[in-house]
């Protein structure tokens, strides 16, 4: 049923209704939030009154035993581990996005897309399994103790690229064919198309994907907890043993009480808070609201 | 789209049915260690006592400890002893669990003293060769803070945590064999029930023996392996009939096959 | 439209190869580059996929589908832990689908002015700091809320609505993502023709956004399946059939995590487990997929 304006000064019943439903939903994720927030908030606040979260950066290291929080080496953890992910799986998946999109014959589109979402589905301690029964022992070959870094971000890169890849090839759907067609009248060869016309075009959306990878990544927890080895320390090489905030969270929350239990709150907050910036700035970067525009 | 109002009828019908069961219910919270064998314990006695249900869920021990002093569970699971603070609750073990030191299969180390045991963790040994193996580096595993199993080897090499040099931290007890299994180098301390159970099914990790004592669920059974941790039921105060009758239950005779089949040792009778 | 023949043939692309020999090097280094990336990626998930298959093959049965676990979940099935999978999935979905939709068409249809761009940012900024969350605190979080607040307790109920907290901020995204890139033409066509906002969104807009919001939905339902940590404590470890939604009840993501780490000897059944939960995820996936399009992409083709 089409329901058509009778009168174009006026909202349609329609329009108003949707006006008022729409917001309503928006307004309960925005409440979703504060909830969250209050959580976290409550929870942390016994060991971030009073100026007492200034020890989270200058504390002698994390020892929970004695009442000290120094939050930073796992915190340069998480962001190395979910920065290597992304510099991974940023190119692998736009790369194979593209490739779905203008390389591929017809017949391996679906079976491809197949293969994204599955990659998508699987339990990230499915992903840890495989990758301490698997990756950790051949890079341990290599470079003991194989639980390090450099596997959490390989497994991170993983677990990160069908997100990238189906988001990518959605924003890359996206692009008008006007613009494929002008830019194949001109002359363009396929890279040209690809490099100058479509990949531009679809940067908003493969801009989304690649930050929704980046929070995925900076919140992952199962997967890297059973690779990454674990030790409280700054990375200083590759093959370090690293333990991010996520993995603490996990390793310690059953057995904290008090001060410790808040800290490990406090710690959720603050990769909240990494996360906010990161979107703030991706959304600088983007400007405007990205909306396709019609081509003269 | 008339499955439309069938499907709400049946949702409806679905949502209601608790306001309909009779059953009794009793609820369980705390170690995942202990929380395999309580949730067969729990399918044991529903045969035996009809019209009830055990609902076993997880959280930690410490979890298990403050929900069963908040009465958010009827009974707790912790997979220690009581701490000195949380004397207003009553322990009830239903199992023991010994903790033995492991080694890769392929590592030649038959025996290591606790002096060695002492100087590998504190990482003043770094090398496989320095205590008769081969020129390997050693991969120190250890495990995370606040796990009880922690807590008691700390104790008995008298460490403290402080001063170990782990290059790997693990969680659970599978994480643990899993990495020693994947790396020549590695040496790391698991519940032996599991690692017996690993080394007979072909996983290549291998149990070292201390003070002279091997290290099997026999012994510690005997009481003769000197590293071990109680399983434990909790409640606050006395419990009530229905938690009494599983805790009873759960200390009986009728549940050590449970308790062997999770690799646990029963309790000595 | 149909996404598979949206795009220009591949034949008129290539009759327009460069010809001077730096493009044409240029044109072969970017093929070579697309088709490596797409062999590793795809290599990647066979050599995942072949790991789980050699350690659970043995699992694999019909008794496995229909029975419920017995021994800790070592002997028996994964029946009554399927039947619950399912069901925190429609929970989730449930809630996910509408609010999901509704709070995409606002940020994306309706400006508003001052107030309305305030809110719109306010909005973004929740979901993007919601997707930030770790999933172990949304665990707690849902505990607290679900579980302990809203009296739920440890049950269906709580872990589909957990979940649906979690995978809004992805479906939104993409949703808003797919309707904002839909040009203003059709926007404009729709309204000469004298449609309301609603219709136009109906019939125009959202067929026009299908391939991004199918992506979303698979995405989530993907990240639904997989989690685990949120739903431990908050739909459960009774891997009893649950009676009603108000029951506790394990999810398979849950089962696998306690079968591979927690049980002993409980390594076959995780794999084993792990393959039925791919399954499954391809067999809702095509179910969601085909849906889409019978009722949003196959209204309208492309001019």
């Known amino acids: ?87 991974i799986a940023l190119p692998l998946g736009v790369m194979s996005a593209v490739f779905s999109r203008f390389y591929a014959p017809a017949w391996m589109v679906n079976p491809l897309r197949r293969i994204m979402v599955l990659l998508a589905g699987i339990p ?19 470079m003991p103790p194989g639980s390090s870094l450099l596997s959490a971000i390989l497994i991170l890169a993983l677990m990160i690229l069908p997100t990238v890849s189906l988001t990518s090839e959605a924003a890359l759907s996206a692009v008008s064919p006007a613009s494929l067609q002008g830019a194949a009248a001109l002359g363009l060869s396929r890279k040209g198309v690809v490099l100058g016309v479509a990949l531009p075009e679809a940067r908003a959306g493969i801009l989304t994907g690649a930050l929704l990878a980046t929070m995925r990544a900076l919140g992952e927890t199962m997967a890297v907890l059973m690779v990454a080895g674990n030790v409280v320390q700054t990375p200083g090489s590759l093959f370090d043993s690293v333990r991010v905030l996520t993995a603490n969270i996990a390793l310690e929350m059953p ?10 709150f406090a710690s959720g907050l603050l990769l909240m808070m990494i996360v906010t910036l990161l979107a703030w700035l991706a959304g600088r970067q983007q400007g405007g609201d990205g909306r396709g525009h019609a081509h003269e | 789209m008339k499955t439309i109002p069938l499907i709400c009828v049946a949702l409806g019908v679905l949502m209601m049915s608790p306001v309909f069961a009779e059953s009794q219910k009793l609820v369980l919270t705390g170690s995942s260690t202990v929380a395999p064998l309580a949730l067969e314990i729990g399918k044991r006695f529903e045969q035996h006592h009809p019209g009830v249900r055990v609902d076993v869920q997880t959280g930690g021990s410490t979890r298990g400890v403050n929900d069963a002093r908040i009465g958010l569970a009827d009974i707790g699971m912790a997979s220690r002893a009581l701490k000195p603070d949380e004397s207003d609750l009553t322990s009830y073990r239903i199992a023991m669990d010994g903790i033995g030191i492991i080694l890769h299969r392929d590592n030649p180390v038959h025996e290591l003293s606790d002096e060695q045991i002492r100087a590998i963790y504190t990482g003043q040994i770094t090398n496989w060769k320095s205590v008769g193996g081969n020129d390997q580096k050693i991969t120190v595993v250890n495990k995370a803070a606040g796990h009880s199993t922690l807590e008691l080897f700390l104790y008995h090499f008298k460490l403290n945590n402080r001063e170990v040099r782990p290059h790997v931290i693990i969680g659970d007890n599978q994480q643990g064999i899993k990495t020693v299994a ?15 159970y690993e080394q007979t099914y072909g996983t290549p990790i291998r149990l070292l023996g201390m003070n002279g004592v091997a290290a099997t669920v026999d012994t510690v059974r005997a009481g003769h392996f000197p590293l071990s941790r109680p399983l434990n039921l909790v409640s606050k105060g006395a419990p009530n009939l229905l938690a009494q009758q599983f805790i009873s239950f759960a200390q009986s005779q009728a549940v050590d096959d449970l308790v062997k089949a999770q690799y646990f040792v029963p309790l000595a009778r | 439209m149909h996404m598979s023949k949206q795009s220009l043939s591949i034949s008129d692309l290539n009759s327009f190869s460069g010809r001077s020999s730096t493009r044409l ?18 290599g990647m998930f066979l050599w995942l996929l072949g790991d789980l298959f050699f350690h659970g093959f043995n699992k694999l049965s019909l008794s496995f589908l229909t029975d419920a676990p017995q021994n800790s979940g070592r002997e028996g099935g994964i029946g009554t832990i399927l039947v619950s999978t399912l069901l925190i999935l429609g929970v989730a979905l449930l809630a996910t689908l509408p609010l999901g939709l509704g709070t995409a068409v606002y940020l994306s249809e309706f400006a508003g002015g001052k107030t309305g761009d305030k809110a719109k940012q306010l909005i973004r900024m ?59 033409e059709w926007r404009q066509g729709a309204s000469a023709l004298g449609l309301s906002h609603a219709a136009a969104l109906w019939h125009v807009l959202l067929p026009a956004a299908a391939p991004a919001i199918t992506a979303g939905l698979m995405l989530s339902i993907g990240r639904a399946l997989a989690e685990t940590a949120a739903l431990i404590f908050t739909s459960g470890y009774v891997d009893r059939m649950p009676e009603s939604l108000a029951d506790s009840g394990r999810a398979l993501s849950v089962h696998i995590y306690d079968m591979s780490m927690n049980v002993t000897g409980g390594d076959e059944t995780a794999y084993g487990s792990a393959l039925i939960l791919i399954v499954m995820l391809v067999l809702i996936s095509s179910v969601a997929v085909s849906l889409t399009n019978r009722f949003l992409a196959q209204r309208i083709t492309p001019s």
């Open chain 3, 25 to 42: 090097s240029g044109d072969v280094i970017l093929t070579a580059l697309v088709w490596v990336a797409a062999t590793l990626v795809v």
């Open chain 3, 126 to 184: 929740s979901l993007n700091m919601l997707a930030g969350v770790p999933s172990i605190v949304f665990g707690l979080f849902g505990n607290a809320l679900f579980c302990i607040w809203l009296d739920m307790g440890f049950s269906i109920w709580s872990g589909g609505l957990t979940l649906a907290c979690m995978m809004l901020p992805l479906f939104i995204s993409t949703t808003e993502a797919g309707l904002s890139s839909v040009s203003n």
């Open chain 1, 124 to 142: 990230s301690v499915v992903y840890g399994l495989w990758g301490l029964t698997v990756l950790v022992p051949l890079l341990g070959a290599w």
């Open chain 1, 1 to 87: 049923m089409i329901w058509s304006r009778h009168n174009t000064s006026f909202l349609s019943r329609a329009d108003s209704a949707l006006t008022q439903v729409t917001g309503s939903t928006a307004l309960v994720v925005a409440v979703l939030l504060g909830l969250v927030l209050l959580l976290l908030i409550k929870e942390s606040g016994s060991v971030l009154s009073d100026g007492g979260w200034t020890s989270f950066f200058v504390s002698d290291g994390w020892y929970p035993q004695s009442d000290e929080y120094n939050l930073l080496p796992m915190l340069w953890a998480t962001l190395a581990a979910s920065l290597g992910a992304v510099l």
């Open chain 2, 182 to 196: 994947g790396n020549v180098g590695a040496i790391g301390y698991v519940s032996i029930g599991t690692a017996e």
């Open chain 1, 255 to 264: 057995y904290a009480t008090g001060d410790h239990r808040a800290a490990l």
